[in-house]
Every structure is written in C-alpha cells, then in structure tokens.
C-alpha cells in the first residue's frame, strides 16, 4: 500500500486546491495568511511535503471559501475500486 501522500488521489488534490487558490487570486501568503500559518505551510501542502488531515482540509477549503465536499468527491473519483 502506497502512502497516502503519494497516492494519485493526494496529487490530484494538492493540484485542485492550488488550482482554487490560484483561481481565487490569492497567494501563498494571502491563503497563509487566512489559515493563520506561516507560508511555508501553503507551500508544503501544495509541493506535497505535507498532508492535511481531515479538519485541516476542511479548514483549508473555508479559507479558500469552496466546499470541502468537492474535495472529497474528487478523492472518490480517483480512488481505487475495490476488487
């Protein structure tokens, strides 16, 4: 079993919220700033270097003001089918 982390489902949820973010036009720093963490911590998330659990990711969504129920369906989609 891979690492959640390095799942395709975490790669194409690390790219949909920097593609919300980005389609917010907010920085790293501005969406830092929002979840009140140092940049670093937008930066980890997106590069991958961090995962966020379950009540950060909600958090994160808030900051970004996009449903977190998205999200979970983009997971969903990607997930594997059990056999």
């Known amino acids: 079993m ?6 395709k489902e975490m790669v194409e ?8 973010r980005k389609q917010k036009n907010l920085t790293m720093r501005s969406l830092a700033e929002r979840l009140s963490r140092p940049h670093s911590y937008v930066q980890r998330v997106e590069e ?9 990711f909600v958090w994160y969504c808030q900051a970004l003001e996009i449903d977190p129920k998205l999200g979970f ?8 089918k059990a056999s």
Not at 2 to 7: D, E, P
Not at 13 to 20: D, E, F, N, S, V
Not at 73 to 80: F, T
């Open 2 to 7: 891979t690492k959640s982390i390095y799942s």
């Open 13 to 20: 949820l690390r790219h949909w919220l920097r593609h919300q």
């Open 48 to 56: 991958g270097d961090r995962r966020l659990d379950v009540v950060e």
């Open 73 to 80: 369906e983009l997971i969903l989609s990607h997930s594997h």
